[in-house]
């Protein structure tokens, strides 16, 4: 077989190919993004973006119940959302093979929360995989496939940031040669879950778990290999591959589905080791079944974290009982990073703009521009999950009452809000509000990479298509007022959220202006800006916008020219960095001096 080097996302994507699955649907959201947009790019296929998790796992539930073989992607807060369709479906199971991705994101390098999603499979008492590697993640794409046919149910497979973005060698196979021909059966008896047959087929969840359990017996993918049986390790997904990086002599039993697990296998490990260690990351969702079943001498969270992503020196330094002292090469002293939004971000004017509106409470979204809340733009006060920016205003202007009048903001992105800020705006109209939104329209959903969504106008695979008009949706809505802004005109934008606050009833402005890394054919960037040192004062108005492209500097960093200019009485300038700067002008309409020019 020929061998590629794949990331996990890459090789999962590749494992769906090979599998024979033709339909996929999700959600854009880190670490589990580039697998739609790796699948999409196969031939014989069809992949779209959905506007939320929910929509993405219920096509993909109606494309199985037509004898499709499909696959829903999402990150694991998606899982959250996608809960509605994925506890029923476990009722109902489906006629073609139906894997569901989750990507969970330990240590939180692009989440809200670390939460374990492993606990999704337990409580929806439907089977979950998980991967140890790439060429793994790969295979596993179809054992679930026909894991879900088997037994007639949606199987979870369950990556990490760390394996979704980790690449190693994939030995590549060829697609499936015989794949099943849509249609639709009815069954109202097994698919329509009112009472009385929801009440039948609770009970078919229960004969089709302990089904389960006994295949997880024999399930090829949980291996036990015995070693020093002095001490055994339990473990599963990437903590595997760390902890027999860190005890290669170690007994292990490696989990390739950590639900149902096998009782019995885990016994027999037990009996073969004077001791047992649980590695796992997040919860101890292992470690309890397995003390659950009456195992001893078992050790997991006492001594592993119960946060962030495990490596071979974590697992090696709880086992050994070090307090996590390790040998460190000096280095010199490195600046702190912290993430900024990209120089000409519209976002940047519109928080500037809110800035100037006085005392206003901003309730803030997941996006590009939640990255405001930092220093010196401070525009954003509060985060919590996709969406719910639109219902937590509503809520503080009806806790404010009178007192809430003007002060109150929404914020929150396009895409952000076609997944699931439509609603709560619907419920600020129906319920008398008082608060303003802004949706900031930036033309992509910008934050995980630049991937179309309903107002576009493209699909996953490139198609034009229609796109949403949001003055359309808001008037159809019955928001009282509705405006469109221009961030990169603060004048106007700063005018207009002044106006905005100070009506009666729900305002929407749509600060409308496209992702500067994001250029369609035929747009053209605008030239970089640079300093007039003849003319800047040194007075630093423009440093607060946090632009990446300024920075002040001090005479001995400037040519010896502009120092001999007449008499400076600052110690430095304002200078831009050209090869960062696209010409937004937002620094250009601070400037008071005229100073920033083209």
Known sequence: MKKELMSGNQAIARGAFEAGITFASGYPGTPSTEIMEEFAQYEGVYAEWAPNEKVGLEVAIGAALANTDAMATMKHVGVNVAADPLFTVAYTGIEGGLVIITADDPSMHSSQNEQDNRNYAKFAKIPMLEPANPQEAKDFVKIALNISRKFDTPVFLRSTTRLSHSKAPVSKGNRVTEISKPAIKIDTEKYVMVPVNAR?????????????????????????????????????????????????????????????????????????????????????????????????????????????????????????????????????????????????????????????????????DIGCYTLSFLKPLEGLHNCVCMGASIGMAHGMSKALGDEGKGKVVAVLGDSTFLHSGITPLLNMVYNKSNALVIICDNRTTAMTGMQEHPATGFTLQREKTKAVDFIKLAESLGVDSVRVADPYDLAKTTKTIKEELSREGVSLIVSQRACVLFKRAGETAKPSLRIDLTKCTGCKVCLPIGCPAISWQSFSAINAAAIQRNAPKQDGFVVIDTSLCNGCSICQQICKFDAIID
């Not at 170690?250 to 589905?257: D, E, I, R, T, V």
């Not at 390790?326 to 490195?334: A, G, S, V, Y």
């Open 200 to 364: 039948k087929r609770r009970l078919e969840v229960e004969k089709r778990l302990n089904a389960l359990k006994a295949f997880a017996e024999k399930f090829p993918e949980n291996t036990m290999e015995i070693n020093d049986t002095r001490v055994g390790i339990i473990s599963a997904g990437v903590a595997y591959e760390y902890a027999k990086d860190s005890f290669p002599n170690y007994s292990y039993l490696k989990l390739g589905m950590v639900y149902p697990l096998p009782e019995n296998l885990i016994r027999e490990f037990s009996q073969k080791v004077k001791k047992i260690y649980v590695v796992e990351e997040m919860d101890p969702f292992l470690e309890e079944q397995i003390k659950a079943m009456g195992i001893k001498n078992v050790s997991g969270k006492e001594i592993f974290p119960f946060t962030k992503e495990f490596d071979p020196g974590i697992i090696k330094d709880s086992i050994q009982g070090n307090e996590q002292k390790k040998q460190q090469i000096e280095l010199p002293e490195i600046p702190p990073r912290p993430p900024n939004m990209c120089p000409g971000c519209p976002h940047r004017g519109l928080f500037y703009s809110l800035k100037k509106c006085g005392k206003v409470f901003v309730n803030g």
